[in-house]
């Protein structure tokens, strides 16, 4: 009976292996190497050519938001896509209010390295790094060119870039306008900002009665943007400064309407309203510009297709709008093959961790791929790669890890969160390791500390406890 049982487990390690190693040998056939030591070399993402040839949306996801490695690779995609495909337009997650103040300041610069690192004050906290500074640095150099970058935001949150928080926008945005025309006769600056204020940062200070103060501020400003747009396009009519203008009133609206539907603040449903608007808002962007591409740049919580809906918390319609599914689901299902999302992961490494969806609580933390999924790629190179799931050589028989659904774990959030990677994205990147992004140590401490500030109080307080207890030891000691 003992050799019959040893024999049966022989067999089945022998066809584990065999599977394992038919399963690392169909994906090395198929995988694109990527080199770790220059993500910026775009001529290595020539294997997106014959992706993209019908594709007009290109969403660039991230598994992880403070990283030195997910920029720098999808900064290489995007410089080949736009020197190549003709994709001129980057959508951050956002407010359009935010980064179109930081663009308008950047082209009116001298383009050096100090107004690279203000050009990002347009975006989130998270997205001021180093590496993404390489975004603006690239986009300046590519003003000249025949195909010049323009980056600006699909997302509807006002006033939650890093220079211009809250209020701050409407007013920063206000100064520039003036360069280009007068406002109306009965625009007053401080009241215009006053009413506009509440559907700023996440509608915490927004309450119902500010509605209708909010529309007449949206259309007073509509008025100043039609006088205002035809001198922003003769001043920069290579790019769509002008045509990202014009869309801002109905952005504002979208914001209005975030805070309306959710009567102010409300965590538990913000999400799932902000990417309905955020949707929407994207497909007036695809209308706005020339040649309707666009590149999402945006965390995979709101690009990925949701097969296993993770993020669903209700179903239906709510004020014509249906909430629920992601941006990148919304626009999968509206748009088809048209839509093709890529998102990298990690498989080993240490950086900055997210474990609060405000990015109020963060912290530094290893990172360890425990799925089966990550044990399967893990085998398949001593270098990073890229795996377009839609290549026909990927089956749900042969590679079951990729057709099912996997445990992951959503930077540092608790609960149970499920990707199916066939169904979920078009395409994967795989990064050997990772790092935080290049930070000094002492501001990455310094955040960490929010994660870990009740283990450093313990720290503290037991070190207090013990200098106390020291030096009362000391003088009954003398006293003796």
Request: glycine share 6%.
């Amino acid at each position: 009976m003992f050799k019959i049982k040893t024999i049966f487990l022989l067999l089945f390690i022998l066809s584990n292996t065999q599977t394992l190693f038919s399963q690392v040998s169909g994906l090395q056939n198929i995988i694109k190497y990527i080199d770790s030591n220059n993500y910026g070399n775009q001529q290595q993402y020539s294997f997106l050519s014959p992706i993209v040839t019908n594709v007009d949306i290109m969403m660039l996801g991230e598994s992880i938001h403070l990283t030195r490695e997910f920029p720098l690779v999808r900064i290489g995609m995007i410089k080949y896509l736009n020197e190549n495909h003709n994709f001129n337009l980057v959508a951050m997650e956002g407010g359009v209010a935010d980064v179109w103040v930081a663009q308008d300041i950047l082209f009116s610069s001298e383009k050096n390295e100090a107004d690279f690192t203000q050009a990002l004050s347009g975006f989130f906290f998270i997205w001021n790094t180093p590496e993404i500074q390489k975004l603006i640095a690239y986009q300046a150099l590519s003003l000249q060119s025949n195909n010049p970058l323009y980056i600006t935001a699909y997302d509807v949150q006002q006033g939650t870039g890093q220079g211009s928080k809250n209020e701050k926008v409407f007013k920063m945005l206000a100064e520039r306008l003036m360069r280009y025309s007068d406002a109306p006769e009965n625009f007053i600056l401080e009241k215009w900002v006053t009413s506009m204020s509440s559907i700023s940062n996440h509608c915490i200070k927004y309450e119902s009665s500010d509605y209708q103060k909010v529309v007449s501020a949206i259309d007073l400003f509509e008025e100043w943007v039609n006088s205002a747009a035809p001198v922003v396009k003769k001043q920069y009519p290579n790019i769509p400064h002008d045509a990202i203008l014009k869309t801002m009133p109905k952005s504002f609206r979208a914001s209005l309407t975030l805070c309306e539907d959710l009567g102010g603040f409300n965590f538990s449903r913000y999400k799932v309203v902000r990417d309905s608007l955020g949707f929407i808002n994207t497909l007036d962007l695809i209308q706005s510009i020339p040649n309707n591409k666009i590149l999402i740049w945006g965390h995979l919580s709101h690009v990925y297709y949701d097969s296993q809906d993770n993020m669903i918390s209700e179903y239906g319609e709510f004020k014509n709008l249906a909430i629920g599914p992601t941006v990148g689901e919304r626009l999968k299902d509206a748009l088809g093959s048209k839509v093709y999302t890529i998102i990298p992961f990690a498989e080993s490494g240490s950086t900055i961790l997210i474990y609060n969806d405000l990015n109020l609580d963060i912290g530094y933390s290893k990172i360890e791929n425990r799925s089966k999924l990550g044990a399967l790629l893990s085998k398949l190179s001593e270098k990073d790669f890229f795996i377009d799931l839609r290549s026909p050589s990927l089956t749900a028989k042969d590679y079951p890890e990729l057709f099912t659904k996997q445990p992951f774990e959503i930077e540092g959030l608790e609960g149970d969160f499920y990707i199916n990677y066939a169904s979920d994205m078009d395409g994967l990147i795989w990064i050997k390791k990772i790092e935080a992004p290049d930070w000094p140590l002492f501001k990455i401490i310094l955040l960490s500390s929010l994660h870990y500030k009740n283990q450093i109080g313990f720290i503290v307080f037991a070190g207090l406890g013990w200098i106390i207890f020291s030096r009362i030891k000391k003088r009954r000691k003398k006293k003796n």
